[in-house]
């Protein structure tokens, strides 16, 4: 049995689970080495051997690349699970509604799932369960030594395809071209999916927006981007500046970067998180600037662009306070998650951060985003320059 089973395995039975269903495609490729395209599902029992059930169109490659045996499903994946379920005795024989409820009642313990991402519609048919997605959260918070691999060559590709379109930059390329070309470069580099968003001017001001309708002109060019490298992303920004920069401007970055450094300071294996955003927040509040900073400095990356930890002083409700599949709302669900795990969360060695410090204003923002990777201090995975004199255009 693969060694992060095992664990799993250990875990469940922690929680007092016998069984689990695990459905996210990147917790399914995390334990089985299967990034599932359609509905698939990975059975976990602490009393038998594990298995993945698939829909048949991906079981060829699901039984070429599996670490678990590989059962073929059927269209309607629903079903097939709940029949698998059956037979392996994580659910009761279905036999009438009252036979059947009765027997979920007497079941001494729970189905674990993903609650942060099986609908409640399917979750109401495995009857009674237990959310297990802060157990899978902190597994998957603490890479091991091929993760770290990974991610470490995935930042070196992605700066590669920075440095080659810097040139290429040029005063009324629109937006989205830009964008292109960064992803074509990307994606020539090695990266199956792509992330590159680029904000000119006044554009630069929406932190996280998706529209790229300008083109390149004066002042701050945001570049937000990223790929995904055997499934492992990587999350990066630089701002540059298109024609010299003012003093107003100047203060604003000089200060983005003090607080970058703050916050590299306070990172290290079994330091507290939320001294991290507290350092950042200082250094704003110093420069009189900490109101225009509108989200956390920071937060962790892997086998999706945000996952935990997230870098915040704040507490939050076990419940996600937002749900959708935006990266702002993805953010808060993966915050709700981590921060249920334990009262004062620590960094943990190698954790993969992305340290984020921004501000916002009304005509342009400024962000520099670097990768991370926890050891006894924090070790920069990215080396693209970061200073002012580097990125004026």
């Not at 993760?147 to 810097?166: D, F, G, H, P, Q």
Request: charged share 35%; hydrophobic share 40%.
């Amino acid at each position: 049995m693969h060694r992060r089973i095992e664990e799993l395995v250990e875990r469940l039975g922690e929680a007092d689970v016998d069984c689990c269903v695990i459905a996210k495609p990147e917790n399914v490729y995390y334990f089985t080495g299967v990034y599932p395209i359609e509905a698939s599902f990975l059975i976990v029992s602490t009393m038998r051997e594990p298995l993945l059930l698939v829909a048949p169109s991906s079981y060829a490659e699901a039984e070429e690349r599996s670490r678990v045996e590989v059962v073929k499903g059927e269209l309607r994946s629903l079903k097939a699970l709940r029949q698998r379920l059956t037979r392996e005795g994580c659910l009761p024989e279905k036999r009438g509604v009252f036979l059947r409820d009765l027997l979920g009642a007497l079941r001494k313990k729970p189905l674990g799932i993903e609650g942060d991402y099986l609908p409640a519609k399917a979750a109401r048919k495995l009857g009674r369960w237990r959310d297990i997605s802060p157990i899978i959260a902190e597994m998957r918070m603490v890479k091991d030594a091929e993760e770290v691999r990974i991610i470490t060559r995935a930042v070196e590709s992605s700066e590669k395809a920075l440095r080659r379109v810097y040139n290429e930059i040029a005063p009324g390329m629109a937006e989205r071209e830009l964008s292109g070309r960064l992803d074509l470069e990307l994606k020539r580099l090695g990266a199956d999916q792509t992330k590159a968003r680029v904000r000119s001017g006044r554009s630069s001001a929406k932190p996280f927006s998706r529209e790229m309708e300008g083109s390149i002109g004066r002042g701050p060019l945001l570049v937000d981007y990223g790929g995904a490298f055997e499934h492992y992303w990587t999350d990066l920004t630089r701002t540059f500046h298109v024609g010299r920069a003012g003093e107003d401007y100047e203060e604003v970055y000089s200060c983005i970067l003090e607080a970058k450094r703050a916050a590299l300071r306070e990172i290290g294996a079994g330091r507290s998180i939320s001294e991290v955003e507290h350092a950042v927040r200082e250094v704003f509040r110093e420069h009189s600037l900490e109101g225009h900073m509108v989200y956390t400095p920071g937060h962790g990356v892997g086998l999706e662009v945000h996952e935990p930890p997230v870098i915040t002083a704040r507490r939050v409700r076990e419940e996600p306070m937002f749900r959708g599949s935006s990266d702002v709302e993805r953010l808060y669900q993966a915050m709700a998650q981590f921060f249920v795990l334990e009262e004062e969360p620590v960094f943990r060695e190698n954790m993969v951060l992305a340290i984020e410090p921004g501000l916002y204003f009304r005509d342009f923002g400024v962000r520099v985003e670097d990768m991370v990777l926890v050891k006894r201090r924090a070790r920069l995975l990215s080396r693209f320059p970061d200073e002012l004199e580097a990125l004026v255009l």
